[in-house]
Protein backbone atom coordinates (compact mmCIF):
# COMPACT_ATOMS: atom_id res chain seq x y z
CA UNK A 1 0.00 0.00 0.00
CA UNK A 2 1.22 3.28 -1.24
CA UNK A 3 0.30 6.52 1.24
CA UNK A 4 1.07 10.00 0.42
CA UNK A 5 1.07 13.29 2.54
CA UNK A 6 0.54 16.76 1.16
CA UNK A 7 -0.08 20.10 2.23
CA UNK A 8 1.51 23.44 1.77
CA UNK A 9 4.60 24.49 4.04
CA UNK A 10 4.09 24.70 7.64
CA UNK A 11 0.77 22.35 7.56
CA UNK A 12 2.67 20.44 10.55
CA UNK A 13 2.27 16.99 7.88
CA UNK A 14 5.48 15.36 8.80
CA UNK A 15 5.34 15.71 12.18
CA UNK A 16 1.53 14.71 12.56
CA UNK A 17 2.89 11.72 10.01
CA UNK A 18 5.50 10.14 12.20
CA UNK A 19 2.97 10.23 15.01
CA UNK A 20 0.67 8.36 13.17
CA UNK A 21 3.76 6.12 12.02
CA UNK A 22 4.67 5.27 15.36
CA UNK A 23 1.13 4.38 16.39
CA UNK A 24 0.97 2.38 13.55
CA UNK A 25 3.73 0.25 14.36
CA UNK A 26 3.12 -0.45 17.75
CA UNK A 27 -0.03 -2.24 16.41
CA UNK A 28 2.25 -4.12 14.30
CA UNK A 29 2.08 -2.92 11.09
CA UNK A 30 5.23 -2.84 8.91
CA UNK A 31 5.78 1.09 8.49
CA UNK A 32 8.13 2.39 5.74
CA UNK A 33 8.13 6.17 6.03
CA UNK A 34 10.07 8.12 3.30
CA UNK A 35 9.80 11.83 1.85
CA UNK A 36 10.71 13.40 -1.75
CA UNK A 37 12.34 15.36 -2.83
CA UNK A 38 14.69 12.40 -1.56
CA UNK A 39 14.50 9.48 0.08
CA UNK A 40 16.93 7.83 -1.83
CA UNK A 41 20.85 8.79 -1.65
CA UNK A 42 20.72 10.06 -5.38
CA UNK A 43 17.49 11.60 -4.75
CA UNK A 44 18.95 13.37 -1.88
CA UNK A 45 21.33 14.78 -4.07
CA UNK A 46 18.80 16.00 -6.70
CA UNK A 47 17.11 17.04 -3.76
CA UNK A 48 20.14 19.64 -2.67
CA UNK A 49 20.39 21.19 -6.08
CA UNK A 50 16.55 21.61 -6.12
CA UNK A 51 16.14 23.48 -2.63
CA UNK A 52 19.87 24.90 -2.98
CA UNK A 53 19.02 28.68 -1.69
CA UNK A 54 22.12 29.65 -4.08
CA UNK A 55 20.34 28.35 -7.09
CA UNK A 56 18.11 31.20 -7.52
CA UNK A 57 18.55 31.09 -11.59
CA UNK A 58 16.43 27.34 -11.87
CA UNK A 59 14.24 27.78 -14.82
CA UNK A 60 10.90 26.33 -14.18
CA UNK A 61 10.81 23.33 -16.02
CA UNK A 62 14.39 22.28 -14.90
CA UNK A 63 12.96 22.45 -11.40
CA UNK A 64 9.80 20.19 -12.40
CA UNK A 65 12.29 17.90 -14.41
CA UNK A 66 14.69 17.68 -11.36
CA UNK A 67 11.67 16.79 -8.63
CA UNK A 68 10.05 13.91 -11.53
CA UNK A 69 13.64 12.66 -11.72
CA UNK A 70 14.29 12.81 -7.60
CA UNK A 71 10.73 10.50 -7.71
CA UNK A 72 12.06 8.07 -10.61
CA UNK A 73 15.01 7.06 -8.42
CA UNK A 74 12.86 7.08 -5.19
CA UNK A 75 9.86 4.72 -6.91
CA UNK A 76 12.49 2.05 -8.42
CA UNK A 77 15.13 2.07 -5.14
CA UNK A 78 12.38 2.58 -2.69
CA UNK A 79 8.64 2.32 -2.98
CA UNK A 80 8.06 0.10 -5.52
CA UNK A 81 10.62 -3.03 -3.67
CA UNK A 82 8.91 -2.39 -0.49
CA UNK A 83 5.53 -2.55 -1.22
CA UNK A 84 5.88 -5.72 -3.32
CA UNK A 85 7.45 -6.90 0.40
CA UNK A 86 3.91 -5.98 1.69
CA UNK A 87 4.72 -2.96 3.88
CA UNK A 88 2.96 0.21 3.70
CA UNK A 89 4.48 2.92 2.74
CA UNK A 90 3.85 6.30 3.44
CA UNK A 91 5.59 9.50 1.45
CA UNK A 92 5.99 12.58 2.73
CA UNK A 93 4.95 14.25 -0.31
CA UNK A 94 4.66 13.27 -3.95
CA UNK A 95 3.14 13.75 -7.24
CA UNK A 96 0.43 16.12 -6.03
CA UNK A 97 3.09 18.38 -5.10
CA UNK A 98 4.53 18.64 -8.77
CA UNK A 99 1.22 19.12 -10.10
CA UNK A 100 0.36 21.58 -7.02
CA UNK A 101 3.71 23.87 -6.66
CA UNK A 102 5.34 23.41 -10.95
CA UNK A 103 2.13 22.80 -12.33
CA UNK A 104 -0.34 25.48 -10.44
CA UNK A 105 1.85 27.87 -8.69
CA UNK A 106 4.92 27.99 -11.28
CA UNK A 107 1.96 28.00 -13.94
CA UNK A 108 3.65 25.29 -15.94
CA UNK A 109 -0.01 23.32 -16.13
CA UNK A 110 -0.89 20.75 -14.24
CA UNK A 111 -1.31 18.92 -17.30
CA UNK A 112 1.43 19.37 -18.27
CA UNK A 113 3.45 18.40 -15.57
CA UNK A 114 1.09 15.27 -15.21
CA UNK A 115 1.99 14.32 -17.63
CA UNK A 116 5.83 14.68 -17.65
CA UNK A 117 5.55 12.68 -14.35
CA UNK A 118 3.76 10.02 -16.02
CA UNK A 119 6.90 8.73 -17.96
CA UNK A 120 8.58 9.25 -14.76
CA UNK A 121 5.59 6.89 -12.81
CA UNK A 122 4.77 4.60 -15.44
CA UNK A 123 1.24 5.71 -14.15
CA UNK A 124 1.59 4.79 -10.39
CA UNK A 125 -0.67 6.56 -8.14
CA UNK A 126 -1.03 6.92 -4.69
CA UNK A 127 -3.62 4.57 -3.06
CA UNK A 128 -4.39 7.25 -0.63
CA UNK A 129 -3.50 10.74 -0.21
CA UNK A 130 -3.53 12.71 2.79
CA UNK A 131 -3.65 16.60 2.26
CA UNK A 132 -3.20 18.62 5.26
CA UNK A 133 -5.34 22.18 4.22
CA UNK A 134 -4.37 25.21 6.10
CA UNK A 135 -4.41 29.14 5.01
CA UNK A 136 -0.27 29.48 4.15
CA UNK A 137 -0.17 33.08 6.21
CA UNK A 138 -0.52 30.38 9.33
CA UNK A 139 1.61 27.77 7.89
CA UNK A 140 4.64 30.33 7.12
CA UNK A 141 3.78 32.42 10.74
CA UNK A 142 4.76 28.45 12.36
CA UNK A 143 7.58 28.13 10.04
CA UNK A 144 9.17 31.04 11.10
CA UNK A 145 8.38 30.40 15.26
CA UNK A 146 9.94 26.86 14.58
CA UNK A 147 13.98 27.40 14.84
CA UNK A 148 14.63 23.90 13.50
CA UNK A 149 13.02 23.98 10.17
CA UNK A 150 15.15 25.01 7.82
CA UNK A 151 13.96 27.34 5.00
CA UNK A 152 14.51 26.65 1.90
CA UNK A 153 14.21 27.99 -1.53
CA UNK A 154 10.32 27.64 -2.18
CA UNK A 155 9.18 29.01 1.68
CA UNK A 156 11.20 32.31 0.13
CA UNK A 157 8.25 32.70 -2.50
CA UNK A 158 5.49 35.25 -2.00
CA UNK A 159 2.47 34.68 -0.37
CA UNK A 160 0.83 34.49 -3.75
CA UNK A 161 3.29 31.56 -4.25
CA UNK A 162 1.86 29.89 -1.52
CA UNK A 163 -1.62 30.65 -2.27
CA UNK A 164 -1.95 29.03 -5.59
CA UNK A 165 -0.25 26.03 -3.99
CA UNK A 166 -3.41 25.83 -1.88
CA UNK A 167 -5.57 26.52 -4.38
CA UNK A 168 -4.21 23.56 -6.69
CA UNK A 169 -4.10 21.41 -4.29
CA UNK A 170 -7.78 21.96 -3.64
CA UNK A 171 -8.39 21.87 -7.08
CA UNK A 172 -6.69 18.28 -7.13
CA UNK A 173 -8.78 16.92 -4.51
CA UNK A 174 -11.91 17.58 -6.38
CA UNK A 175 -10.40 16.23 -9.46
CA UNK A 176 -9.08 13.13 -7.53
CA UNK A 177 -11.75 12.46 -5.16
CA UNK A 178 -11.08 9.13 -4.96
CA UNK A 179 -7.56 8.73 -3.30
CA UNK A 180 -8.13 12.28 -1.65
CA UNK A 181 -8.53 12.68 1.82
CA UNK A 182 -8.77 16.62 2.94
CA UNK A 183 -7.65 17.30 6.64
CA UNK A 184 -7.79 20.49 8.67
CA UNK A 185 -4.30 21.07 9.36
CA UNK A 186 -5.10 24.02 11.50
CA UNK A 187 -6.98 22.19 13.97
CA UNK A 188 -4.78 21.20 17.40
CA UNK A 189 -1.84 19.15 16.54
CA UNK A 190 -3.30 16.17 18.87
CA UNK A 191 -6.65 16.23 16.73
CA UNK A 192 -4.78 16.19 13.05
CA UNK A 193 -2.70 13.16 14.41
CA UNK A 194 -6.32 11.66 15.59
CA UNK A 195 -7.79 12.55 11.89
CA UNK A 196 -4.96 11.57 9.48
CA UNK A 197 -4.59 8.17 11.86
CA UNK A 198 -8.39 7.62 11.04
CA UNK A 199 -8.39 8.49 7.73
CA UNK A 200 -5.52 5.97 7.11
CA UNK A 201 -6.67 3.13 9.02
CA UNK A 202 -9.76 3.10 7.37
CA UNK A 203 -8.13 2.56 4.08
CA UNK A 204 -5.53 -0.14 5.20
CA UNK A 205 -6.37 -3.20 3.42
P1 LIG B 1 10.84 20.27 2.41
O1 LIG B 1 11.93 20.87 3.22
O2 LIG B 1 10.77 18.79 2.36
O3 LIG B 1 9.49 20.95 2.83
P2 LIG B 1 8.20 20.44 3.56
O4 LIG B 1 8.60 20.19 4.97
O5 LIG B 1 7.27 21.60 3.38
O6 LIG B 1 7.74 19.20 2.83
O7 LIG B 1 10.96 20.87 0.96
C1 LIG B 1 10.29 20.40 -0.11
C2 LIG B 1 9.93 21.58 -0.98
O8 LIG B 1 9.81 21.17 -2.32
C3 LIG B 1 8.59 22.18 -0.60
O9 LIG B 1 8.67 23.57 -0.68
C4 LIG B 1 7.65 21.68 -1.68
C5 LIG B 1 8.55 21.53 -2.85
N1 LIG B 1 8.16 20.49 -3.83
C6 LIG B 1 7.80 20.88 -5.12
O10 LIG B 1 7.76 22.07 -5.44
N2 LIG B 1 7.50 19.91 -6.03
C7 LIG B 1 7.55 18.58 -5.75
O11 LIG B 1 7.28 17.72 -6.61
C8 LIG B 1 7.92 18.20 -4.41
C9 LIG B 1 8.00 16.75 -4.04
C10 LIG B 1 8.23 19.19 -3.49
Known amino acids: MFITIEGPEGSGKS ?6 VERLEKEGFEVVLTREPGGTPIAEEIRNVILDKKNTAMDP ?22 SKEGKIVISDRFLDSSLAYQGGARNLGID ?5 NMFATEGYYPDVTLLFDIDPRI ?14 RLDLEKIEFHDSVRKAFLSLAERFKDRFVILD ?6 DVVEDAYKAIKARIK
Not at 15 to 20: A, E
Not at 61 to 82: D, F, G, I, M, N
Not at 185 to 190: N, R, Y
Request: hydrophobic share 45%; glycine share 2%.
Open 61 to 82: VTEALLYAASRRQHLVEKVWPL
Open 185 to 190: ASKPFE
Open 15 to 20: SVTKKV
Open 139 to 152: GLARIAANKNREVN
Open 112 to 116: KVLAM
